[in-house]
C-alpha cells in the first residue's frame, strides 16, 4: 500500500511539473497547457497537436492553449463516421463553447484549417479570431477554378479507399513521401511522421475526401470573425515555372475572396508546415494579429 502511495504521488508530481491537463471525447483529443486566455490549435492530416508544441512554447505564459488532436490521427481512436469533419466540426464547437474566454484564438493548420472555416461559418461568434495556415475553402478548386463538388465526388472516391489496403511499412513510407514534400525543414520530418504513421487509415482516406470534395468559396461570406489565412512560398519549381509568389498569392486570394473577415498573407522560406519551417516569421503574423483591435 505504502508503495503504490508513493508511486501515485510521483505520478501526480509528474503530472503537474508537465503543466498539461488531458482531456478525451469520441471526435478528439485535447491536451491542455499555460494560463490565460484559451488558444485552441487543430493539426493537420494524419498528425498529432504534437506539431504545435514550438507554439505552445511560445504562447503558453500568456495563453491557456488547447491542443486538438483529431479522431483518427497520431494514434488517437477514430469514429465511424461517413462525414468526420462536419462530425469533428460540432463537436469542436460545443468545446471551444465550454472553454473559450474573452478573447480566445482558433489556429488550424491545413485541414484543421478548413475544419476551423466550417466553426467561423456556423458560429461566427465563438472566438475573437481565427487563423488558418495554409487551407483553402476548397482545395480541389486551386489549379482549376471551375472545379465543382459534383465533379471531385464522381473522380475522386478512390480517395476514401487510398491507404485501405496498406500494411504498417507502405503507410509510413507514403506518408514519409506526402510529407516531405509539404516540409522545408526536413530535420522536423521524422518527429512528424513518427505520430502521423500512427493514424487511421479509413480516416485518412475519408477525411482527405471530404474536405477535397466540400467547396465552401461561397459560404465562407458568413465567416464575420476577423480571420487571418497564412499561405507559404519557399521556392519557383522548375516544372511549373508560371506558378510565381505572384501567382499563389492571386489563387489564394481568389479562393477567399467572399470572405469579407480575412486577411490572406504569405509567410516566405516555408512549404506546407509553415510553423515549422519558418516559425520566427509565423510568430511574428500571429502576434501582430492577435495584437490588432
Known sequence: MKTTLSILLVLFAFANVLGQ????????????HGKGDTMFLIP???CSGNVWNETVAKY??????HVITLAGFGGVKPIASENILQEVKTALITYIQQHKTKNSILIGHSIGGFTSLLIGIDDQKLVSKIIIVDSLPFLAGASNPSMTEEIVKSTYGMLKEMYMPMDSITLRNTLKQSLGGMMRNKAQLDFVLNDAAKSDRRTLGFT???MMSTDIRNTIQNIKTPTLVLTNWNEPIPQFPNFTRAEKMKMCQEQYKNCTSCTVKIVDKAEHFIMLDNPTEFYKEVSTFIKTN
Open 21 to 32: 491537463e488531458i482531456k478525451k471525447t469520441p471526435a478528439f483529443e485535447v491536451t491542455v
Open 44 to 46: 493537420g492530416l494524419s
Open 60 to 65: 503558453k505564459d500568456n495563453y491557456q492553449i
Open 208 to 210: 482527405m475526401f471530404e
